[in-house]
T-cell receptor, first 114, second 114 residues
Framework: AQSVTQPDIHITVSEGASLELRCNYSYGATPYLFWYVQSPGQGLQLLLKYFSGDTLVQGIKGFEAEFKRSQSSFNLRKPSVHWSDAAEYFCAVASTDSWGKLQFGAGTQVVVTP | DADVTQTPRNRITKTGKRIMLECSQTKGHDRMYWYRQDPGLGLRLIYYSFDVKDINKGEISDGYSVSRQAQAKFSLSLESAIPNQTALYFC?????????????FGEGSRLTVL
């Protein structure tokens, strides 16, 4: 069965510093990978996705993620965080025969300090 | 107006009561989903529907039922609510193909069962 692990429950980062959120997945074939962000009181919004091709994926709000098959990872990065990046971030995986049936990680809460 | 609208946004009820959460969408998407979010567990799929005549159980369907009244409407019911159904519930939609896998979420319905 597919699964997603986000090892960090909570991360605190200073405004302007870089951010990296970890995501590891377990899946038999090449999965479809996603990062979603949930701002307080809001639903989830897609940041970026990986289906195939270039393993470095650019998303919205200045985020990028790198797919590393050998490490079963899909880590999210941002070079310089803004206070508005404070939110909860979810990694998710789907298989080719299950559009929309995403398996989500437990989430990483990001706190941005001045 | 939001593309995916959930009602009610907040509800407090008592054990044993029947509760319905409603979802409507103006995105014209065929596929609709109900997810449940619990702290530390991420989002888990309850039910999904790929069209009006297609309803499928997700990962945690016990204690829940759904109705797809029209392409734009998908309701989640708790026939006899229990305290461990206290959670944040999200409705989501997706297209059949194209931006495959991307889910569009409502703002959530917070349910508390006393």
């Amino acid at each position: 069965a597919q699964s997603v692990t986000q090892p960090d429950i909570h991360i605190t980062v200073s405004e302007g510093a870089s951010l990296e959120l970890r995501c590891n997945y377990s899946y038999g074939a090449t999965p479809y990978l996603f990062w979603y962000v949930q701002s307080p009181g809001q639903g989830l919004q897609l940041l970026l996705k990986y289906f195939s091709g270039d393993t470095l994926v650019q998303g919205i709000k200045g985020f990028e993620a790198e797919f590393k098959r050998s490490q079963s990872s899909f880590n999210l990065r941002k070079p310089s965080v803004h206070w508005s990046d404070a939110a909860e971030y979810f990694c998710a995986v789907a298989s080719t025969d299950s559009w929309g049936k995403l398996q989500f990680g437990a989430g990483t809460q990001v706190v941005v300090t001045p | 107006d939001a593309d995916v609208t959930q009602t009610p946004r907040n509800r407090i009820t008592k054990t044993g009561k029947r509760i319905m959460l409603e979802c409507s969408q103006t995105k014209g998407h065929d596929r609709m989903y109900w997810y449940r979010q619990d702290p530390g567990l991420g989002l888990r799929l309850i039910y999904y529907s790929f069209d009006v005549k297609d309803i499928n159980k997700g990962e945690i369907s016990d204690g829940y039922s759904v109705s797809r009244q029209a392409q734009a409407k998908f309701s989640l019911s708790l026939e006899s609510a229990i305290p461990n159904q206290t959670a944040l519930y999200f409705c989501a939609t997706s297209v059949r193909q194209g931006s495959a896998g991307e889910l569009f979420f409502g703002e959530g319905s917070r349910l508390t069962v006393l």
